[in-house]
C-alpha cells in the first residue's frame, strides 16, 4: 500500500508541475483535515498545491447562538441535556457545556440520538433535550429518533435543531467569490448519504471540480490526483474516487427520512452568519418535539470574539497560524473558538499535528506555504 | 492596544483535569506542588525511592475511578493492582506490599464486591504481592439520574524494593537509544470505551490491563543498559514520549508502521477519531534501551507471556528543536503532542 501511495505521490507532484501555478483546492470536511495531517500526506504535497479546509465540521459551524441556547436548557432545573461528546468544550456567551456541567447541571454525553431517547424513557420526569449536531451524516439518525419518539409517544424528548446540509455552504462560499478555488474534495461519508450528484449544481453553476474522496490515505490521494487532473485539463465535473461506497443517488432510505422528518430551512452558521436554505428544520407534524418551540426559547445574536478568525478559517481566508490567537490566547485547553474544540476542527488539527512544543512556537513542514 | 481577553479560564475542576494531558499537568504544577513542594515530591516520577537501611525504599499510591467497574479483559480491582504494581516496577523496584482503599456507594450489589475483590486476589497473585493493609467507607449514592452512580473507588499505595544496580532515568537517555513497547497499543482505552455508556459499540477488544512486574524482571535480568521505562497509561504512548522528549531535550522519531497496533484497535480508533498513540493501555510500558542491547530486550520481552507483542518503535535523535515526530505509514512525518485532555470521540 505504501508504495502504491508512493506513486500516487509522484503522480500528483508530476502533474502540479505540469500546471504550474499554484492550485488551492478545499477539503470540506474535517475528518479529511485530520486524515491528511493524521497521515502525514501534507508533508508530502507538492509545493504548489495547497488545502485550505472547509466548513465541514459539525462542532465548529454550530452558531453560538445554539449553544447559548443548549446551555439555557441545561441550566433549567431538572432538564437533562443529551450532546455528543466533542461539543462540551464548544464555547458559548456563558461558557461551555463542560463548565456547565461542573456546577451540577445534567449535561449526558451520548453516541446517538437513539440513546438520548432510551435516556428520555428511562427518566420519565425529566425533559431530555437532545442537541441535535451534525450534517447529513447524523440527520437521519435524527430524524428516525423524532418517529420514534412520536410513536411511541416519549413526549419529555426533544431536539435542539441544529444540523446543517453541506452542498449549500460550499455554494455560498462559491458565491461570495472571496477565496480563490479550484475545486473541493468532498467527503466521502457525507456523499454516502447524499450521493455523489448533489455536487452537481456546484459543477454546473461554478465550474469547480468535486471529487468525492475516502479518509484512507491512498483514498485521500487518489481524490487529489483526479482534482488536480481535472485542474490540469481545464475540466469541472463530480467526480467519484470512492465507488462501493458512495453511489451517484446516496442513501435513499435516508434522504426518505429526512425528507418525511424536516423541512430545509435558513441557518446560522458560525461566523458565516444565515446561510439561505442550508439547514434542517422539524415539519409541522414534528414540531411539538422542537426544543426551542418546547421551552418557549428564541435563539439570541452570535458575539464573535474580538480576537477569533474561526470564520475566516473555516472559509479557507486564513490558515490557522494567521490567527493572533493560535497557540497563544487560543489553545485546546482555553478555546475561545469552536475551531480550536473539535478534534475535527482545523484549529486543533494545526494545534496538534502542526505546531512546535512550546509556548507560541510552530513549524510549516516544506512545501506547505 | 485592547487587552488580549483570554479564553475561559478554569474555576472549577472539569472532566478534562483528570485526563492525564496537559490539563491535569498545569493543576498538579499550579495548585498541588507548590504548597506541598519538596524534592522528592517535586521529581514526579511514578513512584518516590526513599533511602531505607540496607537499600532504598519505593513508595507510590494511585486511585481507580474507571466506569463501568467491569470491562472486557479486566475490570477496576484488576486495574488498582496492575496500576500500582507497574508504577512501582518501572522504577526498577520489585514490589512487595499492597494497600486497599475501598470507597464504595450504597446501593452496590455484593456480588459485584466480591467478584471485584476475587480480581484483586488474583492479581495480587499474579504479581507475587500482598494486600496488607486497608480501609473501607460507604458513601451515600450518588444524586440525580439513574445511571449516575458509579458503585466503588479504589485507592492503593504500594511499596517496593529497589534493585541493587539498577540506574533508571530520563537524565540517562541519549542519542541514538532505540525506543521499544511490550505489545499492541490502545486497547485498555478502546475496550472500556467500547462498554462506556453513551458510547457502546461491538468489539472484540479487551483491555490489556496486567502487573508487568514479572516482564521488567525478566528485562532487567538481561543486564542490557536499559535507560527508562514508563508504563503509557492515559495519555497514552504519545504522553510518554513527550515525556522523554521534555525531560531529555532530545527528539524521539516514532516509525508508525513499527507500532504495534491491532487491526480492530485501529478501526475502533478511526471510528471513534482518536489517535491510538494518545489512548490509555494498562500493561504496557514505554522502553528506552542503548540501541545496541535493543535485540536482547526485545528476545526478553518475547519469552514472556506479557511481552510477545514487543517491537522496536522508533529511536532518539539529536534533531532540533526537541520534538516526537511520526513517520508515517505513507512516508510522511508529523508532530506528536501530549494529549491536553480526555479525548472525546468525535460526532461524524
Request: proline letters at 6%.
Amino acid at each position: 500500500m505504501t508504495d502504491r501511495v508512493a506513486q500516487l505521490v509522484d503522480e500528483l507532484h508530476g502533474l502540479c508541475r505540469d500546471v504550474g501555478r499554484r492550485i488551492q483546492v478545499m477539503e470540506v470536511c474535517g475528518t479529511h483535515t485530520v486524515a491528511i495531517f493524521r497521515t502525514g500526506i501534507r508533508s508530502l504535497l507538492p509545493a504548489n498545491l495547497r488545502l485550505v479546509s472547509g466548513p465541514g465540521c459539525p462542532v465548529c459551524v454550530t452558531a453560538q447562538r445554539h449553544i447559548d441556547a443548549a446551555l439555557e436548557l441545561a441550566g433549567r432545573p431538572g432538564v437533562i441535556l443529551a450532546t455528543y461528546g466533542d461539543m462540551l468544550r464548544v464555547p458559548g456567551r456563558s461558557g461551555s457545556l463542560e463548565r456547565l456541567r461542573a456546577t451540577g447541571a445534567q449535561v449526558q454525553v451520548v453516541n446517538s440520538a437513539r440513546t438520548a431517547l432510551d435516556l428520555a424513557r428511562a427518566n420519565p420526569q425529566s425533559p431530555v433535550v437532545f442537541l441535535g449536531v451534525g450534517f447529513e451524516t447524523t440527520a437521519p439518525a435524527t430524524a428516525a429518533t423524532v418517529l420514534e419518539a412520536d410513536r411511541d409517544g416519549v413526549e419529555n424528548f426533544s431536539v435542539l435543531m441544529c444540523h446543517k446540509l453541506v452542498v449549500p455552504a460550499m455554494q455560498a462560499l462559491l458565491d461570495a467569490g472571496d477565496v480563490p478555488l479550484d475545486g473541493f474534495l468532498a467527503p466521502g461519508h457525507v456523499s454516502v448519504i447524499i450521493g455523489a450528484q448533489a455536487y452537481q449544481p456546484i459543477v454546473a453553476k461554478h465550474r469547480r471540480p468535486v471529487v468525492v474522496a475516502g479518509f484512507e490515505p491512498e483514498q485521500i490521494m487518489r481524490g487529489l490526483l483526479a482534482l488536480v487532473r481535472q485542474v490540469a485539463e481545464g475540466r469541472a465535473a463530480v467526480e467519484n474516487v470512492y465507488p462501493g461506497v458512495v453511489t451517484a443517488d446516496g442513501n435513499r432510505v435516508a434522504l426518505e427520512l429526512l425528507r418525511r422528518v424536516f423541512v430545509v430551512a435558513d441557518a446560522p452558521w458560525r461566523e458565516l452568519g444565515v446561510i439561505p436554505q442550508s439547514g434542517l428544520e422539524l415539519a409541522a407534524v414534528y414540531r411539538r418535539f422542537d426544543a426551542l418551540q418546547r421551552f418557549e426559547l428564541a435563539l439570541g445574536e452570535d458575539e464573535g470574539h474580538p480576537l477569533c478568525r474561526c470564520g475566516e478559517v473555516i472559509t479557507g481566508k486564513a490558515e490557522p497560524s494567521e490567527c493572533p490567537a493560535f497557540a497563544t490566547a487560543c489553545d485546546p485547553l482555553n478555546p475561545i473558538g469552536p475551531c480550536m474544540v473539535s478534534s475535527e476542527g482545523t484549529c486543533a488539527a494545526w494545534y496538534k499535528y502542526n505546531r512546535v512544543q512550546g509556548p507560541g512556537a510552530q513549524r510549516v513542514p516544506e512545501g506547505q506555504r | 492596544m485592547t487587552a488580549v481577553k483570554p479564553g475561559l479560564g478554569h474555576d472549577r475542576i472539569v472532566i478534562a483535569h483528570g485526563g492525564g494531558g496537559e490539563l491535569m499537568g498545569r493543576l498538579i504544577r499550579e495548585h498541588l506542588l507548590p504548597p506541598l513542594r519538596n524534592e522528592r515530591l517535586a521529581a514526579l516520577t511514578d513512584s518516590a525511592v526513599l533511602p531505607w537501611p540496607d537499600g532504598e525504599l519505593v513508595f507510590t499510591t494511585d486511585s481507580y475511578v474507571v466506569t463501568p467497574l467491569e470491562f472486557p479483559g479486566g475490570d477496576i480491582g484488576r486495574l488498582a493492582v496492575a496500576g500500582t504494581v507497574n508504577d512501582l516496577a518501572v522504577m526498577g523496584a520489585e514490589p512487595v506490599a499492597l494497600s486497599l482503599g475501598l470507597i464504595l456507594e450504597e446501593g452496590l450489589p455484593l456480588a459485584v464486591l466480591d467478584r471485584i475483590v476475587a480480581s484483586i486476589a488474583g492479581a495480587a497473585r499474579e504479581a507475587g504481592v500482598e494486600v496488607v493493609t486497608g480501609d473501607t467507607k460507604v458513601i451515600e449514592r450518588g444524586a440525580g439520574t439513574a445511571d449516575s452512580s458509579r458503585g466503588l473507588f479504589i485507592n492503593t499505595a504500594g511499596v517496593g524494593r529497589m534493585r541493587r544496580g539498577v540506574q533508571l532515568g530520563l537524565r540517562r537517555v541519549a542519542v541514538g537509544d532505540a525506543i521499544l513497547v511490550n505489545g499492541p497499543i490502545a486497547e485498555h482505552g478502546l475496550a472500556v470505551m467500547s462498554v462506556r455508556s453513551g458510547i457502546e459499540f461491538e468489539s472484540t477488544l479487551r483491555s490489556d490491563v496486567a502487573p508487568l512486574n514479572g516482564l521488567i524482571r525478566d528485562i532487567l535480568a538481561t543486564g542490557a543498559d536499559v535507560k527508562f521505562l514508563r508504563d503509557a497509561t492515559r495519555g497514552g504512548i504519545a504522553g510518554v514520549l513527550a515525556d522523554i522528549c521534555e525531560a531529555s531535550q532530545r527528539s524521539v522519531e516514532i516509525v508508525e508502521a513499527q507500532v504495534p497496533l491491532s487491526t480492530t484497535a485501529r478501526h475502533a480508533a478511526e471510528m471513534l477519531g482518536l489517535d491510538p498513540l494518545t489512548v490509555a493501555n494498562e500493561g504496557k510500558c514505554i522502553m528506552v534501551v542503548a540501541a545496541g542491547d535493543a535485540e536482547r530486550v526485545l528476545a526478553a520481552c518475547r519469552g514472556n507471556p506479557l511481552g510477545r507483542g514487543a517491537a522496536s518503535i522508533g529511536r532518539i535523535t539529536d534533531a532540533a528543536p526537541p520534538l516526537v515526530e511520526l513517520i508515517t505509514r505513507v512516508g510522511g512525518r508529523r508532530v506528536v503532542q501530549r494529549p491536553y485532555g480526555e479525548e472525546l470521540p468525535r460526532i461524524c
